[in-house]
């Protein structure tokens, strides 16, 4: 390899990822965060590539558990054992170094899902006649009834929406597609939007597919789709507790506790693994007492 071997490295790397695996563009800008905190660290002990050993690599990830969350800690464990596998498939390095070095145990939290009654209270208070607003009560309406991610709803395009059918084409993650049901209500709101707000947004200088777009006509980003359910939720009383994610746990939850099969919740999501899908199985402290109480017949026995 050249004299900036590190460099070298981690660029094939990305377009293995990016090409074979088919990474989406988040998911390879969190695997060049990743490495560069790596390879920084690398460089500073200046070590190269072909001489990094176990107790290297250990080091590193020992120097990150001050700073950063375990999820990060490991995720970035997981960046560098990619880099190393890919190196030693490839042939550029003899050994994987990384295989004996532990990942810090993540705790999995039951998901801060809304009850159905603050959903119904964030929904009822995006009001108002005015484009922004008939948009932002579209997003959010669609956020909840199809369980999107946040990025699959700001690349979303008029041709996705089948609303006569009742179904949207969503692109997940990894570019996989997959058809989403959405709920009369959505449907209604998204309908009222496209029809009364978005061409007053979109500008016809600047016509293009996006469903959501910004005051300028151009598609919503991801950081104003934030802002905007940020902003709705402390509208609707729920502090900053809400986010898109938070109504895409609420979407799951809500059908798995009305009885919805665990993996037709699976395909809505667009889980891999339906093992990702079942933390929303998992009953709250609340929710598990106040069923015993009810079932359990010595639950109130004095």
Same mark, same amino acid.
């Given at each position: 390899m050249s004299a900036d071997a590190w460099s070298e490295l981690v660029a094939e790397h990305r377009t293995w990822l990016a090409v074979e695996r088919g990474l989406a563009a988040s998911s390879l800008a969190a695997y060049e965060r990743d490495l560069d905190r790596y390879v920084s660290f690398m460089r500073r002990r200046k070590v190269v590539p072909a001489a990094v050993g176990e107790a290297d690599v250990a080091a590193y990830v020992s120097s990150l558990s001050p700073h950063y969350a375990p999820a990060t @800690? =490991?995720? $970035?464990?997981? *960046?560098?054992?990619?880099?190393?596998?890919?190196?030693?498939?490839?042939?550029?390095?003899?050994?994987?170094?990384?295989?004996? @070095? $532990?990942?810090?145990?993540?705790?999995? $939290?039951?998901?801060?899902?809304?009850?159905? *009654?603050?959903?119904? *209270?964030?929904?009822?208070? =995006?009001? $108002?006649?005015?484009?922004? =607003?008939?948009?932002?009560? =579209?997003?959010?309406? @669609?956020?909840?009834a199809g369980g999107l991610r946040i990025s699959e709803l700001v690349q979303l395009d008029r041709p996705d929406l089948a609303l006569d059918d009742g179904v949207a084409r969503v692109v997940g993650k990894g570019d996989k597609e997959r058809i989403v049901p959405i709920g009369r209500t959505a449907r209604e709101s998204v309908r009222a939007y496209l029809a009364e707000a978005r061409p007053a947004l979109a500008r016809s200088t600047r016509a293009h597919d996006a469903v959501f777009v910004n005051t300028r006509g151009g598609r919503l980003s991801r950081q104003a789709c934030w802002a905007i359910v940020r902003t709705a939720g402390e509208r609707a009383g729920l502090g900053r507790r809400l986010s898109p994610h938070v109504l895409r746990h609420s979407c799951a939850t809500h059908m798995i506790e009305r009885g919805a099969d665990i993996r037709v919740v699976q395909e809505l999501l667009g889980h891999a693994s339906l093992s990702t899908t079942q933390v929303y199985t998992r009953v709250s402290p609340e929710r598990l007492r106040a069923v015993y109480d009810a079932a359990h017949p010595r639950a109130r026995a004095s």
């Amino acid at each position: 390899m050249s004299a900036d071997a590190w460099s070298e490295l981690v660029a094939e790397h990305r377009t293995w990822l990016a090409v074979e695996r088919g990474l989406a563009a988040s998911s390879l800008a969190a695997y060049e965060r990743d490495l560069d905190r790596y390879v920084s660290f690398m460089r500073r002990r200046k070590v190269v590539p072909a001489a990094v050993g176990e107790a290297d690599v250990a080091a590193y990830v020992s120097s990150l558990s001050p700073h950063y969350a375990p999820a990060t @800690v =490991a995720r $970035g464990v997981v *960046s560098v054992r990619s880099l190393h596998r890919f190196a030693v498939e490839e042939g550029i390095l003899d050994d994987d170094v990384t295989a004996a @070095v $532990g990942t810090p145990r993540v705790p999995q $939290g039951i998901p801060k899902a809304l009850t159905e *009654s603050e959903v119904e *209270s964030l929904l009822g208070a =995006a009001t $108002g006649d005015d484009p922004r =607003a008939m948009r932002d009560r =579209a997003m959010l309406e @669609v956020l909840y009834a199809g369980g999107l991610r946040i990025s699959e709803l700001v690349q979303l395009d008029r041709p996705d929406l089948a609303l006569d059918d009742g179904v949207a084409r969503v692109v997940g993650k990894g570019d996989k597609e997959r058809i989403v049901p959405i709920g009369r209500t959505a449907r209604e709101s998204v309908r009222a939007y496209l029809a009364e707000a978005r061409p007053a947004l979109a500008r016809s200088t600047r016509a293009h597919d996006a469903v959501f777009v910004n005051t300028r006509g151009g598609r919503l980003s991801r950081q104003a789709c934030w802002a905007i359910v940020r902003t709705a939720g402390e509208r609707a009383g729920l502090g900053r507790r809400l986010s898109p994610h938070v109504l895409r746990h609420s979407c799951a939850t809500h059908m798995i506790e009305r009885g919805a099969d665990i993996r037709v919740v699976q395909e809505l999501l667009g889980h891999a693994s339906l093992s990702t899908t079942q933390v929303y199985t998992r009953v709250s402290p609340e929710r598990l007492r106040a069923v015993y109480d009810a079932a359990h017949p010595r639950a109130r026995a004095s």
